[in-house]
C-alpha cells in the first residue's frame, strides 16, 4: 500500500507493507541513523520523534506514522561548511555530544540525541535525574551514561545562555572543558579536588566525568599526546551518518537467516530443504551436505591458533540450543523467516553435558568425536577436556608448610554477555575481480581473512574484509562468528548477503564470558605474609573450545600474580594455578573484555578480604604489603604465555600504592571503613552502608606475538593519511592513534586523517583485543610517524638551505629541524610549512612520496595496575543491594586522551557493576536459556546508575615511545569483588554481627536474603 509520510518536515510517499515497521520503512528510505538493536523494543537504538516525542520506531508500523510529524537525526545538524555551501552547523547537543566525550561507539548516539532534544523542547532547564529519565529508554553499553548526561546538561545551560559553546579548538570545534583535564601536579603531589574549566562552568552534577590525571612521573611535554582531543569519527557519528555495516544497501542484496538447534545435543539423522527451496523469493538453503567440511577454530587470534580445531560451518550434529542447522538466503527477511520453518529436521537426541565436573568423568558422553578435530596443547577430546593448565610457581606446598593459617573457599562466577548495541553483522559479495568482499563488525578483519580461506575453498588473496565502524564488541567481535554463513551465501548464489543477528540470537548463539568454579587456597604468616597462593578453576567453554586456553590461563596469569607475599617470598613466590577448561551443551563461551581476568578477580579478592577481616589487618594494607610492585618479576612471565614459550618480564612500572592512596581519600576511607556510626542510614532501621575495595592488575598486549603496523603518507596541503589494520570498536583507539602521529609530525590531530581498517590497504594488525591497541598499534604509528618526520626534516633542511644560500649561512643539517604547528623550522626561527615541504616533494623538486610504513612488536606486556572502590547501601530485610559510589583509581602509564580513556573507565566500571550485581545467563535442565532478551538480561540504565569516578594515577612506562600501558580492560576486573566486599562491611553491622558471606556473584537480593537466613553456624561459610 501508499502511505504518506512526514519525515523532518518533508512529505513523502512510499510503498509499504502492512506490517513493515517504520524503522524499515526509514532505513529503506536512507535514514540510516535509525539503528537496529534489538527486536521487541528494549534497546532504543531505532528511535526518532513521532511529534516532537521519542518512540522507538522498530515498534510502531509505518502505517500508523501517516499523519504525524518524523523527526530523525538527519534533520538535527550537519557539518557546518560543506564546500562552498556553509550550514547552520550542529545542533548545540551535537556539539555538547561531541566536546564531552559523550560519543564512544556512536551506534546509540543518534537515539540519545533525539531523546535529548524532545527533552530540552519540554524542559529548558532540566536537572540531573529528569535528563537521566529522558535518556533511561536508550541503552549504551560504551559510556556508563556520565558523558551523555554531562553533555545534554551542558547544552541545556548553553541554550539557556548561561555557558558558551565553550572555547574553540584549533580545528574549529569547540572543546570545552579542556583544562579539566590537565595536570598541573608533582608527582606525589596531595589532589585537590579537580578544577572547572576556566572557560563556561560545566553544570554541577551528580556523576559528572571526574577523571583526574596524578602524574607520578613526567612524560615530558607533549602538544597533542595528553591532550583532550575529540574522537575522530565522532563529528560524523552525531550526525548518524552511515557509517556502519548494515547502513550499506546493495543492488540484489539477500537476507541470511540460519535455523538454530531446538536440541542442546543431537544427531541431525534426516534433513530435508526440498519445501524451503521450493518456496518463491528463496535463493539458496544449505545444510551440512552442501559445503565443504573444514575443521577451523572461531576465535579470531594469531597463527597457530591456540586452541583445538573443533568447529564446522554446518555439521550433522549439534552441540547446544542455538547451534547451528541450516543457512537460508531469500529476497526478504519474511521469507527466510519462512523457509526455516519449512526445513524438515529429524533429530536423534544425545544425552547431555551440562555440569563441567561430570563432563570429565569417565564413561560421560563425548561432545567431539569428529575425527577432523584437531587438538592444541592438552586438549583431550576423549575427556571433554578443551585445555588443560598446570601451572606451579616455587614450591607451594612448602609454602603451605611454612604458613601460619590456611584458607580455602569455593567461589563461582557466571556466565554473561558482551551485549553490544549493534548485534554481529555481515555483509559479503563478489566484486567486479571475482573477489570475496566481507563488510563486517569485527574486532579481527585480517585473522577473518586467514581463518577464512580454506572453509570457503578461497585463497587468502581473493578475499578482502573491510571493518567499517562497530558499535561495541567487547570481545564478543573478536569471534569469526558470522561471516562463513553470508560467505558460504554469497558463493552459492552470486548475490550480495546481509547476515544480521537478532537479539535472540546475540543471546543463544553468541559467545559469552566462560562461568567458572573456583577453588582459593591460601596461606598466611601472623604478620599477613602470604606463604603460598593456589587457584584451581573448573571453566565452562560450553560446545566448543574457541578461546579456552587462552581465557582461562588469564584468568590465572593476570590476577595470581597480583599477590606474590613478602619478605623472602617477594623474590621467591610459591603461586599454583591449576585449570580444566571443559567441554559442555552450554552456548560456546569466548572473550569478552577483561578475558578472563574478571572470573580471577571475584575469586581472589573476595578471599583476600576474607583472610584479612579473620586475622584482623587493614583490607588495604595487607593487601599492598603483599602486591607485586616494580622492579620484580612478573611471577608468570617463566611459566606461562597463551601455549607459546614463557620469558622473563620485570615490571617497570607499578602505581598500585599512590592508586589507592587517591581511591582512598575519593571515596572517603578512613571516614567510612571500621565507623560504626556510618553505617547506619538516619531513620532507616533496614539500611546498612558499606565499602569495600579491590586491587586488580591486567596486561598490555601479548608479548612477542601481537603486531600492529601502520602507514602514514604526506598530502599536498601538508596533511597526512594514517592508514592503520587497529579496530576502533568505539574506544577512541583511531583518535589515540592520530594524536601520537601528529604530536610526531608536528601538526594537529584534524590534519591526520585516519582509515581502519581494509585488508586490502591497510597494512596488518592483529586486531583489537588483549588491550593492545594504544600500546601495540601506537608503537608502529610512532615509528611510521618518525620515519615520515625524517624524511620531512631532510627535505625542509634543503629548502631552507636553498633559500640560505645567499646569505652565506652555513647549512643546516636536517637534525636540526622542528617539526611543531604545521612547520619545519630552524633553530633560528626560519620554517616552511608542511604545505610547502608536500608541495616540494609531490611537485617541484626530486619529486617523490612523503610515506612510511612500520610495524611494532612488544617483548613485554607492562600490567596496568588499580584499587577499586564501591559504597552501597544494604537492605537487610530484603537483600537489595544499592551500589552508591564507585572510585577506580588505575595506573595505565600515560594517559594519551584523558576524555576517551575516562569514558573506557566509565563504561568499563558500568559493564562490570552489571557482572557484580544483577547480570547472569541460566539454562535448565534441557540446556535452554532462560535469558534470550534485553528484558530478561538486565544491563544498566542512564537512572540507575550510581556515582562513577575515575582517577589517572600516570606513571610513564618506558618500553613505549609515550609512555602508554592498557586501559580498556582491567575497568571490568575490580568492580565485583569491591561490591562484593562492601556488601560484606555493611552486612557486618545488621543486628547478628555476623555478616554474609556471598561466594557467587552476581550478589542478588535472593543470594543476600537467603545468606541472612541461614543459621548462625554457617554464617562465615
Ligand atoms: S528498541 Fe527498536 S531496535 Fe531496539
Ligand atoms: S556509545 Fe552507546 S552503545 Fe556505544
Known sequence: MKISLNINGTMQEVSVAAGDSLLKVLRGLGYYGAKHGCDHGECG??????????????????????????????????????????????????????????????YCTPAQ???????????????????????????????????????????????????????????????????????????GDEIAEPEMPSGPALPAVQTRPKARVVATQSSGALQRVGKPEIKVDAVKLAQGKPAFTADLELRGMLYAKVLHSPHAHANIRHIDASRARALPGVAAVLTWQDIPRVAYSTAGQSDPIPGPLDTFSLDHKVRFVGDRVAFVAAETEEIAEQALKLIDVEYEQLPLLLDPSQAMQPGAPRLHDEPEFVNFADSDPSRNLAA??????????????????????????????????????????????????IRTSTQVPFHIRRVLAPVLKLPVKRIRVIKPRIGGGFGGKQEILIEDVAAHLTIATGRPVIYEYSREEEFTAARSRHPMRVRMKTGVKMDGTITANSMEALSDTGAYGCHALTVTGNTGHKAMALYVGDGPYRKNPNIRFYADVVYTNHPPAGAYRGYGVP??????ERHMEKIARAMGFDPLEFRLKNALRAGELHPFSTAWSEGREPRPETIQTCGLEECVRQGKAAIGWDQKYDQVAWHDVPGKPHLRKGVGVAMVMQGTAIPYLDMGAASIKM?????????????????????????????????????????????????????????STTYISGGAVTRAA???????????????????KASGAQPLSADLIHLADGRASAPGGEFVTLAEVAYNALHHENQEQIMAVASYMSPVSPPPFAAQFAEVTLDIETGQVKV?????????????????ASGQIEGGM?????????????????????????????????????ELETIFVETYEPSHPFGVKAVAEIPMDGVAPAVGNAVLDASLYAPDGLGVHINENPVTPEKVWRAFMRPADQASA
Open 884 to 900: 552508591d559510589k564507585l572510585v577506580m583509581a588505575v595506573d595505565s602509564g600515560v594517559i594519551v586522551n584523558p576524555l576517551t
Open 599 to 604: 572470573q580471577g578477580y571475584w575469586p581472589l
Open 113 to 187: 540525541l533525539l531523546a535529548a532534544k524532545a527533552l530540552l523542547e519540554r524542559n529548558p532547564d532540566p536537572t540531573e535525574e529528569e535528563v537521566r529519565q529522558a535518556l533511561s529508554g536508550v541503552l549504551c553499553r560504551c559510556t556508563g551514561y556520565a558523558k551523555p548526561v554531562q553533555a545534554v546538561l551542558h547544552a541545556a545551560a548553553v541554550l539557556a545562555g548561561r555557558a558558551s559553546a565553550g572555547p574553540a579548538s584549533e580545528g574549529g570545534i569547540p572543546v570545552s572543558g579542556a583544562g579539566f583535564w590537565g595536570s598541573d601536579q608533582a608527582p
Open 910 to 946: 558500568t559493564q562490570a557493576l552489571g557482572y557484580a550485581v544483577c547480570e547472569e545467563m541460566v539454562y535448565d535442565e534441557q540446556g535452554q536459556p532462560r535469558e534470550r532478551d534485553l528484558r530478561d538480561y538486565h544491563i544498566f540504565l542512564a537512572h540507575e546508575m550510581p
Open 715 to 771: 598530502n599536498d596541503d601538508g596533511s597526512f593519511n594514517l592508514l592503520i589494520g587497529a579496530t576502533d570498536l568505539g574506544t577512541g583507539s583511531d583518535t589515540v592513534l592520530a594524536q601520537m602521529a601528529a604530536e610526531v609530525l608536528g601538526v594537529r590531530v584534524e590534519d591526520v586523517v585516519v582509515y581502519s581498517s581494509d585488508t586490502d590497504f591497510t597494512p596488518f594488525d592483529k586486531g583489537a583485543y588483549a588491550s
Open 388 to 437: 588443560e593448565i598446570r601451572i606451579d610457581i616455587g614450591d607451594v606446598e612448602k609454602g603451605f608448610a611454612e604458613a601460619d593459617r590456611i584458607f580455602e573457599a569455593e567461589y563461582e562466577v557466571p556466565k554473561v554477555q558482551q551485549a553490544h548495541i549493534e548485534p554481529h553483522v555481515a555483509v559479503t559479495y563478489w566484486d567486479e575481480n571475482d573477489r570475496l568482499v
Open 786 to 804: 618518525q620515519k615520515a618526520a625524517e624524511q620531512i626534516r631532510q627535505r625542509a633542511a634543503n629548502m631552507l638551505n636553498e633559500r640560505l
Open 45 to 106: 537504538a531505532c528511535a526518532v520523534l513521532l511529534d516532537g516525542k521519542p518512540v522507538n520506531s522498530c515498534l510502531l508500523l509505518a502505517a500508523q506514522a501517516e499523519g504525524h510529524s518524523i523527526q530523525t537525526i538527519e534533520a538535527m545538524g550537519e557539518h557546518p561548511e560543506q564546500g562552498w555551501k556553509t550550514t547552520d552547523g550542529l545542533h548545540v547537543l551535537q556539539q555538547a555530544f561531541i566536546e564531552s566525550g559523550a560519543i564512544q561507539c556512536g
